[in-house]
Nanobody
Framework: QVQLVESGGGSVQAGGSLRLSCATSGYTLSSYCMGWLRQAPGKEREGVALILSTGTTTYAVSVKGRFTISQDNARHTLYLQMNSLKPEDTAMYYC?????????????????RGQGTQVTVSS
């Protein structure tokens, strides 16, 4: 059974940084594509970043150059390094996994998703 548990969220001022982690279990990390998505209050879920089993990464335009997705297969953990945070990055962040339809835009529809971790950025 695929399980995903996020951590690392918190409150930070604009311009600050956070690193989110997603502990995975129940499957081999490298056999899935993994992504991060977010949902702000009153808004639809948005795919943020994606990493393929090959290590190829893609990002939403809104975060490109500021966020970095990575994974440690030995530790079964997915990461999202977030730098230069803006108030509009405030949202609940989720990690997600899929074995198909691996695009950053489709990340909100991935079949496996964690419970989320809150990120709040103040101006």
């Amino acid at each position: 059974q695929v399980q995903l548990v996020e951590s690392g969220g918190g409150s930070v001022q604009a311009g600050g940084s956070l690193r989110l982690s997603c502990a995975t279990s129940g499957y081999t990390l490298s056999s899935y594509c993994m992504g991060w998505l977010r949902q702000a209050p009153g808004k639809e879920r948005e795919g943020v970043a994606l990493i393929l089993s090959t290590g190829t990464t893609t990002y939403a335009v809104s975060v490109k150059g500021r966020f970095t997705i990575s994974q440690d297969n030995a530790r079964h953990t997915l990461y999202l390094q977030m730098n230069s945070l803006k108030p509009e990055d405030t949202a609940m962040y989720y990690c997600a996994a899929s074995r198909s339809a691996c695009t950053v835009a489709w990340t909100p529809n991935f079949p496996y998703r964690g419970q989320g971790t809150q990120v709040t950025v103040s101006s």
